[in-house]
């Protein structure tokens, strides 16, 4: 069985859902690879945390974008568009399919149909940001926001912190909402891509998000947040997991809370990747244990 022309399987979804088990079943049955697009697995310095593929699984199909950059690299969607549209093409010069895994949805839709051109800011800015967001947390965020930015507030994802330092950023400045830069235009790309979403019932993927914090937390997460305490102002490091122990590392909180609050930010997280996701139109929804539906579905493509 073959796809048309060149095609993207996107495999998209909330986190714990099963994404990187069936995109590499995927890559293994079109003979594929698989590009990543996860904001935090390609930190080499990330593992545990950001539930990487293990290496058994690395080692079943070639993939991209994981552990290919250190924290000390600022990446943005912006980086992640030039890297994915290359690695696709040099991909697609030997494959008619990719696998895209994955649950970052500002670096899917980079990769998919581009992003509006936005100022680039100083470090400076960017780590006035950060230092406000780790003295004040997301409250302090959204009170800035409200302040300076009340157009973002009113219409953006005031409980996403990465997007809220992010127009933190833009508005300080150029004194405009990065709702301003928004045009709404998609980039034409050379390539087809084919939207599987992956979803479970809410009681079980809260349960596996649950499940998956503890396992994390037994297979030694607070000692590879301890090796990184140093770096703890790196936007890198401003993700669920890492930002909850470096507050028990401080001694903001006990382990028990930490871990507590990892399992509901994590959850919340969730909660907006299925938002995020359903606004694709194009989307196919499937139990992620589904894979026969997935193909059925792959195969009516053509």
Not at 187 to 193: A, M, N
Not at 217 to 225: A, D, I, K, T
Not at 227 to 243: D, E, F, I, K
Request: proline share 4%.
């Amino acid at each position: 069985m073959q796809l048309k022309s060149k095609n993207v399987i996107a495999v998209v979804g909330p986190t714990a859902v099963g994404k990187t088990s069936c995109g590499i079943r995927l890559a293994e049955h079109f003979q594929t690879e698989i590009l990543s697009a996860d904001s935090r697995q390609c930190y080499r310095e990330l593992n545990i945390g950001v539930a990487r593929p293990s290496d058994e699984e690395l080692q079943q199909v070639p993939h991209h974008f994981i552990a290919s950059h250190s924290i000390h690299e600022d990446l943005t969607a912006a980086d992640y568009e030039t890297y994915a549209l290359n690695s696709s093409a040099q991909l697609f010069q030997e494959k008619n399919q990719l696998i895209l895994v994955g649950g970052t949805g500002l670096y899917i839709k980079a990769f998919a149909s581009g992003l509006d051109p936005i100022p680039e800011v100083a470090p400076a800015i960017r780590q006035q940001v950060i230092g406000l967001y780790a003295e004040k947390g997301i409250h302090g965020l959204q009170a800035e926001l409200i302040r300076l930015d009340p157009e973002f507030a009113q219409e953006g994802e005031m409980q996403n912190p990465q997007r809220m330092m992010r127009a933190l950023e833009v508005m300080i400045t150029t004194g405009m909402s990065i709702v301003a830069y928004r045009s709404g235009s998609d980039k034409t790309r050379p390539f087809g891509i084919r939207w599987v979403g992956l979803e479970l019932p809410r009681e079980e993927l809260i349960r596996r998000i649950d499940e998956r914090v503890e396992t994390m937390m037994q297979n030694g997460l607070l000692q590879e947040v301890q090796a990184l305490y140093a770096h703890r102002t790196l936007n890198a490091l401003q993700t669920v997991g890492y930002r909850e122990l470096f507050d028990h590392l401080s001694g903001r909180c006990s382990l028990d809370e930490a871990v507590e609050r990892i399992k509901i930010s994590t959850r919340q997280y969730a909660k907006r990747q299925m938002t995020w996701f359903r606004k694709v139109p194009d989307m196919h929804w499937f139990h992620p244990s589904d894979e026969t539906g997935i193909l059925k579905f792959l195969e009516g493509v053509n």
